[in-house]
Every structure is written in structure tokens, then in C-alpha cells.
């Protein structure tokens, strides 16, 4: 009977494999047997972070429809696999729309799937993966009754037509956002709630996010995820009213530097907005009223445009909004001057209204409503009208 090498080293690793996988957990490894149905492919990536915290990307040939993956782990980890043929190059934006998410955990892991679906991807021996299986599952029906909206989004190439579709997205994704909290409170330990709420603390309230957060275990707070919503946290905590504002330097329309410190002993208005947002724009009119109303009383505004990848947008509204009489700004997303991180700034349009001395007094916007109003409401209180 004939063997080829390859074949010979997935038998043996297969013969290795139940042996090895009684001793993962003790050891802090996980082992991934993975089994392919339906159409072949010759080799899967996976991506995730080992136990030292390393963003860890592996390539794995496939043999005869099997796979088997192995690495450190010592807690659950958030992961994205796909497949891929030979002479296949897979981009970064490709990787993401492709590949699947899982939840590895130290042990002995099963995962079968047809590679050209994933979505019939099973993986058993992860508790983790099963809890976010149950999660998923219970909002599917939201994802189904929006997909007529996202479809209809993902095909419009105009920026500002498709921010305008995006608007249509809330109910639908604060109905998601119900039924994630509901799942965070009943599996407060959960690495699924640890992973998810990275993103969801930037969506809720500060006392929603501290209340999910004081609830992770010991165990669950050394996790990297957890650790990112901490550091989220305490950043929305030093964005309230009471504290004092943080400074930053940014080049205006012109090319000038704007800096909060050049506004020392004045009150000052940074107004957080972006062309492409349909709310922002209708309130353009209201914030120019304003400026004019309190102008002479003392009232600065800066603008900071979340326009980084659109400046022709941004300055072409800036004229057609008559926002020219403040100093305009571009956020610097993404970059060390994020203005928007330093005031843990997740929504447009949000203002904060910042006293002489730099301290923060008012804080309008982050998704809450009625913001014109308790904005007017603080401005005619401020300025005695």
C-alpha cells in the first residue's frame, strides 16, 4: 500500500491527536480537527489571539478533506476562519467579508462545514461557540426583516444617499442591541459578552456599560476584550460634565492650526459632525442661529468634521451650511489625534459646550434625543437671556 508523505504526517497526526487532546486543557493548548463537506478546497486560515495575547494568523494545507490547527490557549478567544484554493490570494477587505467568526477555547475542538457555505459551519467542544450560536439564533429574525434595507444600502455608491438609507437602520438595530444586553446580563461571564461589548460600550449609556462591565468576573476583566471596554469606559468617564476638557491641535480649511487652548478664558462649542450625516446637516441651521444669537455674548464654536476620507464633501458643505464664520476642523480619525477618542465622541452630531476656565459643562448628542433642545435650554441659561 502506497502512502504519500503528506498522507502518512495526517495519519500520524491523527493518531496523535485523541492522546494530545486529553492533555489541552491541563496544558492550556486547543486542538481544531476540522472536517470539509460539499466542495474542496486546499488549505484554511484562521486568525485569532494565542495565550500571550498575539494576534496569531495560521495557514493550514488540507488533506483528504481534514485539517487539524493546534496552539496555545489559556481562556476563550474570538476567531475568523475561511478557505481558500491554491494560487488564491485573499486581500484584507476579502478576508473580512469571507471568512467565518468562531469561538476557539483550550481542548479538543470539531469543526465540520461545506467551504463554499459557510454558514453551515459547526464547531462542538467550545462552550463559548454554543453560547454565541444561541445568541445569533435569537436575532436572526431582526437581520432578516432589515436585510431588504441593507441590501438596498450596500448597493449605493452615493455617500450621502447611503448615510441617508442608514438612518432607516435604528429601530432595527436597537431592537439587536435589546436582545444583546438581555444576553449580557444572563451570561455576565461570557466571552461572547466580553468580545461583543468592545464594540456595544461606544452604543450605550455609561451607567448600561458600567453595569455589564461590573458584572465579568476576575477572570473575565484580565481578558484583552474586557480590558478594552474598561479603557472605553473610563474614557466616557473623564468626557462628563465636571472634567476638565482635553486639549488638541488640528489644521483648519485653511491649513492653520486650531488648538482648544487658544480659547483660554472663553466658552467654546466643539461641535462633532460630518457632511455625509443627514441629522447633522438639518441641524446646521439651528447651530448657525445660535452662533449668531450669542456670538457677542462670548459664545466660540469649533467644528470637527469626522470627514477624513471625504474633505471635498466636508468643505463643500461647510459653504452650503454657512458654517465659515467658526474655525472647522478635520477629527483625524484613526490616527494619534483622534479628537473624537479624546471625548469618547461614538455618535454624530454631539456638541460639547466647554466654560472659561476648560472645564466641561455640557455634553449634547451621543444618540440621545432632543439635544437642540437641552442645548438651547443650557445656552439660555449660561447667557441670562
Request: hydrophobic share 35%.
Amino acid at each position: 500500500m502506497k502512502i504519500t508523505t503528506a498522507g502518512f504526517l495526517l495519519s500520524l497526526l491523527f493518531t496523535l491527536q485523541h492522546a494530545f487532546g486529553q492533555s489541552s486543557l491541563s496544558n492550556n493548548i486547543f486542538t481544531l480537527n476540522g472536517k470539509l463537506r460539499g466542495v474542496q478546497t486546499d488549505s484554511v486560515l484562521i486568525y485569532y489571539k494565542n495565550t500571550q495575547g498575539k494576534n496569531t494568523f495560521q495557514s493550514r494545507p488540507i488533506f483528504n478533506n481534514r485539517f487539524i490547527i493546534t496552539d496555545s490557549l489559556n481562556r476563550p478567544s474570538y476567531a475568523l476562519i475561511l478557505f481558500k484554493n491554491l494560487g488564491e490570494t485573499i486581500s484584507d477587505s476579502a478576508f473580512e467579508v469571507r471568512a467565518k467568526e468562531i469561538y476557539l477555547e483550550p481542548g479538543l475542538l470539531s469543526l465540520v462545514v461545506d467551504a463554499s457555505r459557510l454558514d453551515s459551519l459547526k464547531l462542538s467542544g467550545s462552550q463559548t461557540e454554543d453560547e454565541w450560536a444561541e445568541l445569533y439564533k435569537s436575532t436572526t429574525w431582526v437581520r432578516e426583516e432589515m436585510r431588504p434595507l441593507t441590501d438596498k444600502f450596500s448597493k449605493e455608491k452615493d455617500p450621502e444617499k447611503a448615510a441617508e438609507i442608514s438612518t432607516q437602520f435604528e429601530p432595527y438595530e436597537d431592537r439587536i442591541k435589546s436582545i444583546n444586553y438581555r444576553f449580557f446580563l444572563e451570561h455576565p461571564n461570557s466571552y461572547v459578552t466580553a468580545h461583543l461589548m468592545v464594540d456595544m460600550v461606544k452604543e450605550e449609556s455609561l451607567d448600561s456599560s458600567r453595569r455589564i462591565y461590573d458584572n465579568f468576573n476576575a477572570e473575565l476583566k484580565e481578558s484583552d476584550d474586557a480590558k478594552k471596554v474598561a479603557e472605553e469606559i473610563g474614557k466616557m468617564e473623564m468626557a462628563l460634565p465636571g472634567n476638565m476638557a482635553a486639549d488638541f491641535t488640528a489644521a483648519d480649511t485653511s491649513g492653520k492650526a486650531v488648538s482648544l487652548s487658544d480659547y483660554k478664558d472663553k466658552y467654546v462649542l466643539l461641535d462633532f459632525w460630518a457632511s455625509w450625516c443627514p441629522p447633522c446637516r438639518k441641524s446646521d441651521v439651528h447651530l448657525v442661529e445660535l452662533y449668531n444669537r450669542y456670538k457677542s455674548k462670548g459664545l466660540n464654536i469649533i467644528g470637527i468634521a469626522w470627514d477624513d476620507d471625504t474633505q471635498i464633501g466636508w468643505k463643500k458643505a461647510i459653504i452650503k451650511d454657512g458654517l465659515g464664520s467658526w474655525p472647522n476642523v478635520l477629527n483625524g480619525t484613526n490616527t494619534d489625534n483622534d479628537i473624537g477618542e479624546k471625548y469618547a465622541v461614538h455618535f454624530v452630531p454631539t456638541r460639547i459646550l466647554i466654560d472659561p476656565s476648560g472645564k466641561i459643562v455640557g455634553r449634547f448628542g451621543d444618540n440621545v434625543p432632543n439635544a437642540d433642545v437641552l442645548l438651547d435650554r443650557a445656552l439660555i441659561n449660561l447667557f441670562k437671556e
